[in-house]
């Protein structure tokens, strides 16, 4: 197999999982040639770190505004898309306009007409796109999809589909650029993609008709006044109000030099952009409750349900079926993007002793007799319940002997994003949405 040539463009921190793998795991398989972004301070971290750990480069870079140069320099093969959400289209399309095919970050664009644009430009141009949707690939994930295939539950009826995102990694969300819904979708379509992907891949279906609710109950100015809260800030590097607020984003010089990197000082100054804002602070447009009822193609209705101020991270799955009922609990890691994962956290610390019986556990409940629990390979490695690795494979090295059908494309990034898209307009209109009337495949 013939070494691909790579470019990458958004170097935030989610950046990191694609250069680690050519630097070092798949090197062999492909190059990174060049970085690009609206912030050099950024890239330049990036540059330096793949030329002192790697021995690769140094990198050129490129600001934003010469993507097209950098194609035409560079001559990629594929192009890395992991900048902010709202201009994954932008990037997407244009990189297949000038031939290259792309891997981008889920979710793969914010709306319908983004989306829309990147169905239309794949059909005119013919290029490739991989959608890097890791939850598919970790060994829990797989087994429940091993299950039902195997009809172990028989002809599954309704599911109910709860995600839990704690007190540090939920209010991540709303101290970073993602507490505006412009520059995402909402947490319904930049994180609930990686779920409702994971429902159409294990139901092997796709949404038909969607209703929503959402609010804004927790986060935000004026429900923290609501509950008694009278000292606020802006942002919290320095400030001796957010020393005391343990929802405030804390820095650990030793293990954080990362994020100070990418965020602070000179990075900070070139583009204006606080990483450190307070999840109490005005401004906030997503929502941090919402829920969701889907009625998929195949009949099956779910209810799902995602809560970002929660005392533990986590989601619950339950099928039922004609034959029975297939449950799933998983307890996850928190973390903080671009920091270190850590779970002195709000919350966490009560689950710390308690935790082995928080092992995830694949339960199936017949209609009749005792519950059968199975078994898997448990192996965090990599992240994302081990799927990054697996992801990664896929990606560099090319796909695998795969009959659960884990890698995705262009129409998986489509599918499980109109979800969430739908989900909000059903929000802003009271109505359910039929998906269908949403793009056209």
């Known amino acids: ?91 997407i399309c244009r990189a297949m306009e000038l031939g290259c095919d792309v891997v981008t970050e889920k ?54 589909f709860e995600w839990l995102l704690d007190t540090s990694h939920g209010a991540d969300y709303f101290r970073r650029w993602h507490r505006n819904k412009n520059n995402n979708g909402g947490l319904l379509v930049h994180k609930s993609t990686h779920h409702f992907d994971l429902m159409n891949w294990w139901l092997d279906s796709a949404p ?23 000292q606020f800030y802006d942002r919290a590097y320095g400030n001796p109000i957010a ?34 804002r307070s999840v109490f602070s005005d401004g906030i447009s997503i929502e941090d409750n919402m829920n969701v009822m889907v009625r998929y193609q195949n009949n099956v209705v779910m209810n799902y349900c995602l809560y970002a101020h929660s005392p533990w991270e986590g989601y ?10 297939l449950e799933f609990n998983v307890v996850e890691k928190s973390y903080v993007s671009g920091g270190h994962e850590d779970f002195n956290q709000p919350g966490m610390r009560e689950l710390e002793g308690d935790k082995k019986s928080l092992v995830p556990e694949i339960i199936f409940q017949p209609l009749w007799g005792k519950p059968v629990v199975f078994t898997y390979e448990q192996n965090d490695k990599g992240g994302h319940g081990g799927g990054d690795v697996r992801l990664l494979r896929d990606v560099f090295a090319g796909a695998q002997p795969d009959p659960l059908g884990h890698a995705a494309g262009y129409i998986d990034g489509a599918k499980s994003i109109l979800t969430g898209i739908a989900a909000n307009i059903s929000m802003k209109t009271g109505e359910p949405v039929q998906v269908k009337d949403l793009v056209q495949f």
């Not at 430009?121 to 690939?137: A, H, M, P, Q």
């Not at 405030?248 to 990483?275: C, F, H, S, V």
């Open 1 to 91: 197999m013939a070494k691909k040539k790579y470019v990458l463009v958004g170097t935030g921190s989610r950046c990191s999982m694609y250069l680690d793998a050519l630097g070092k795991d798949f090197r062999e398989y492909g190059d990174i040639l060049a970085l690009c972004d609206s912030n050099h301070v950024r890239m330049n971290y990036w540059r330096d770190y793949m030329k002192e750990t790697y021995g690769i480069g140094p990198l050129p870079t490129y600001h934003c505004s010469e993507f097209d140069r950098m194609i035409q320099e560079q001559k990629p093969d594929k192009v890395i898309v992991t900048s902010m959400d709202r201009t994954h289209h932008l990037y």
């Open 208 to 230: 038909k008709t969607v209703f929503a609710m959402g609010d804004l109950k927790f986060y935000g100015k004026e429900n923290a006044e609501k509950r008694g809260v009278t």
């Open 107 to 160: 979710p793969m664009t914010v709306d319908a007409e983004k989306c829309q644009q990147i169905i239309d430009t794949k059909k005119r141009t013919g290029r490739d796109i991989i959608v890097t949707f890791n939850y598919r690939y970790s060994p829990r994930n797989t087994r429940v999809k091993e299950l039902l295939k195997d009809g172990i539950a028989g002809t599954i009826t309704s599911v109910t």
């Open 316 to 325: 619950r799955v339950c099928f039922n079926g004609t034959k029975g009922r």
């Open 243 to 276: 020393a005391k607020d343990p929802f405030a984003l804390k820095i650990d010089p030793e293990k954080d030099q990362r994020l100070l990197a990418l965020y602070y000082g000179e990075a900070e100054k070139e583009d204006g952009y606080m990483r450190d």
